[in-house]
């Protein structure tokens, strides 16, 4: 039996399954300390007076506390994880397999993966990892329109399939310029011809032909209107998975492109899909690469990234997917990776490595 503190957030329900398995677990909430602010290194004190293992969720930051302070009871760093009873019974099985010291000093991550957690850290350290300051295009303009309207910034996402991103997302500024609106009651009645004809379409860069760019604005506005009342704030409703298969309705629009518009409205707008279910990032060759050569997936398949990700949270899948996109399309080229410029060198299994 171990003394264990829970910190704030952690699951009730693994906290009362590690009760069940004899565990004496005091959580944030019975010391009366819980909602108060209290910081990381407080709630780390008091688990050190109290001489108790220190369960939590907090990954990066007491992770950092660990390595600078390792005079405590024990840490145990987890992640959500919905299946409450197992994650119980690996946290009791980690207590037991070291439960001569009891943990003494001791740091042990949870599901964690530290290629993952510098990929996590990385982002989080970018300056330009906030809306306010990311461009999408390169026309302010055109990305306060994405920003600020949810059917502008759904159309760039889903004819985004090729060719410049920077042009495409100046698109629906483009194409409320030339007719005053970007109205879905209007768009939805479009001829898919007449609109691939329009010279904003038809100048549009990349290798899908302007019809498939016309048909897909047109099948989107005509989503909104008839299943979502002209909302297109409710397509974007329910869990990881009613949101993808919501937005592969649209023409043209498959699981990457589904995956970059929750992956972006995550990591930006704050979206937060209902339930347990997890994203996956986009499948895309750069992601598969980056995934590949730091060592986190022995192969590209779904189930193996599926798999690395199983800790992690939407936020921080979202966060990893643009970091393996950023560093795979400007570093890690596919020949003469440029690794000492690499920010993910130290934990990359083939730092230095071409190929
Ligand atoms: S260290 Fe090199 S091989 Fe590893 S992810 Fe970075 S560029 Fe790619």
Redesign the pocket.
């Known amino acids: 039996m171990a003394r264990i503190y829970a910190n704030e957030n952690f699951p009730l329900p693994v906290v009362l399954e590690l009760r069940r398995l004899g565990h004496d677990v005091l959580t944030i909430q019975e010391t009366g300390r819980a909602g108060q602010a209290e910081s990381d290194e407080s709630v780390l004190a008091f688990a050190k007076r109290e001489r108790r293992i220190l369960l939590t969720l907090n990954r990066r930051h007491f992770v950092r506390l660990h390595n600078e302070q390792s005079d405590h009871s024990g840490i145990i760093v987890c992640s959500y994880d919905g299946d409450f009873v197992g994650q119980a019974a690996r946290v009791h099985e980690l207590i037991d397999n070291n439960s001569e010291e009891t943990g003494i000093g001791k740091m042990e991550t949870m599901n964690g993966n530290p290629a993952l957690d510098t990929m996590i850290d990385y982002w989080k350290s970018k300056p330009d990892s906030h809306i306010d300051v990311t461009g999408f295009s390169d026309d302010p303009h055109a990305d306060l329109l994405v920003r600020e309207d949810l059917f502008a910034f759904l159309m760039a996402c889903c004819i985004d399939r090729g060719g410049k991103s920077t042009l495409i997302w100046r698109i629906p500024y483009k194409l409320k310029q030339a007719w005053g609106h970007l109205d879905p009651r209007i768009i939805r009645h479009m001829e898919p011809k007449e609109l691939a004809a329009n010279p904003v379409i038809a100048h549009a860069p990349g290798q899908i032909s302007k019809f498939q760019i016309a048909k897909t604005i047109i099948s989107l506005a005509g989503l909104v209107e008839s299943e979502y009342e002209g909302c297109p704030e409710r397509l974007l409703e329910g869990s990881a998975t009613d949101i993808m298969d919501n937005l592969q309705d649209i023409f043209g629009v498959g699981p990457n492109i589904a995956r970059m518009v929750v992956i972006l409205r995550v990591l930006y707008f704050g979206l937060r899909p209902v339930g347990t279910d997890r994203l996956l990032p986009k499948m895309d060759v750069h992601v598969k690469r ?1 995934m590949h ?2 060592g986190v997936v022995p192969d590209d398949s779904e189930r193996s990234m599926r798999r690395a990700l199983s800790g992690y949270s939407n936020e921080e899948i979202a966060a990893i997917d643009q970091v393996c996109w950023e ?1 795979g399309q400007s ?2 080229t596919p020949t003469l ?3 000492d410029m ?1 920010p ?2 130290s934990p ?1 299994a ?2 230095g490595v071409s190929g």
């Open positions: 980056v050569r730091i560093i570093l890690c990776p440029k690794c690499c993910l060198t990359c083939k730092a």
